[in-house]
């Protein structure tokens, strides 16, 4: 049975840093991290190899988050720094059996079946 848990978010100033993490049991596919800000879209913001070799994240966030994962690739880390207030939002991990890199960079959040239950991001100004 595939189990994701986040933790780690919480509110700070803009250009503070935040560490999210999410457990996972139940899986050795990719695992992404996803983010919701207010009153919009659900967004990609990083996936990571099972082997925890590989990454990629979005534009945006480049030079200021990283993903990784720990040695036993149970745990998967979204370090954030210089955090901005467009940061803001519930962040989630995600993951869907059977898809391995490269061709979990193609999945869209609707191809996930697998979420944890998120945690929150505040960036203030």
């Known amino acids: 049975q595939v189990r994701l848990v986040e933790s780690g978010g919480g509110s700070v100033q803009a250009g503070g840093s935040l560490t999210l993490s999410c457990d996972s049991s139940?899986?050795?596919?990719?695992v992404a991290w996803f983010r919701q800000p207010p009153r919009k879209e659900r967004e990609w913001v990083a996936t990571?190899?099972?082997?925890?070799?590989?990454?990629r994240v979005t534009d945006g966030v480049k030079g200021r988050f990283t993903i990784a994962t720990d040695s036993a690739k149970s745990t998967v880390y979204l370090r954030m720094n210089s955090l901005k207030p467009e940061d803001t939002g519930m962040y989630y991990c995600?993951?869907?059996?059977?898809?391995?890199?490269?061709?979990?960079?193609?999945?869209?959040?609707?191809?996930?079946?697998?979420w944890g239950q998120g945690t929150q991001v505040t960036v203030s100004s």
């Open positions: 139940g899986t050795n596919a990719c």
């Open positions: 990571i190899s099972p082997n925890g070799i590989a990454t």
């Open positions: 995600a993951t869907e059996l059977g898809v391995y890199w490269p061709a979990c960079l193609r999945l869209k959040d609707s191809d996930y079946n697998y």
